[in-house]
Structure formats: structure tokens, C-alpha cells
């Protein structure tokens, strides 16, 4: 006799009951695309076009001294040629 196990349920596994829908349809596995990732070879770039600056009220200059996604300190680092890796 066969069993097919489709994942862990709350009637095969120690999940609360709460963790699945009563009344939700199971999902169908994906299928795998022919398609990369990403920007697909050959399609045209959509960008948002600049203002020129002689049409600005206000052009400021910003230097960004810690990256917005960890908080890490940017610097002049005494490390050689290459910078360390950050790990955020």
C-alpha cells in the first residue's frame, strides 16, 4: 500500500489546527517556467525621466554616510585595495 504525503498538515504533523483553512483548496504544485528571473533579454528599459536642474526650485547634494537596509557606518577603512564585506 502507497501513501502519498503532500506536506505537513494538522492531521499528519504536530501543527495547531488553526494553522489551515477548513475550507481552503489544496494547492497545485508550480509549475517550473522556461523564463529567467529578472528583466527578460531583449525587453525594453521603462524609466521615470529627470527633470533638468535649471527647472528645480532646489537642487541639494546628499552624501549618504549609512546604507538605509543595515545601519552600518560607511568610511575610509585602513583594509588594503578592498573593502571588507558588510553583513548586515
Do not use: F, W, Y
Not at 531583449?42 to 554616510?65: S, Y
Amino acid at each position: 500500500m502507497k501513501r502519498q504525503i503532500k506536506g505537513k498538515t494538522p492531521q499528519n504533523s504536530s501543527l495547531p489546527p488553526r494553522s489551515q483553512h477548513p475550507h481552503a483548496r489544496p494547492q497545485l504544485p508550480r509549475r517550473k517556467s522556461k523564463k529567467r528571473r529578472g528583466g527578460q533579454a531583449g525587453h525594453e528599459k521603462h524609466e521615470r525621466a529627470l527633470i533638468p536642474t535649471n527647472e528645480c526650485d532646489e537642487v541639494e547634494t546628499v552624501k549618504v554616510t549609512v546604507p538605509s537596509h543595515c545601519r552600518h557606518q560607511l568610511g575610509r577603512q585602513k583594509h588594503g585595495s578592498r573593502p571588507p564585506r558588510m553583513r548586515c
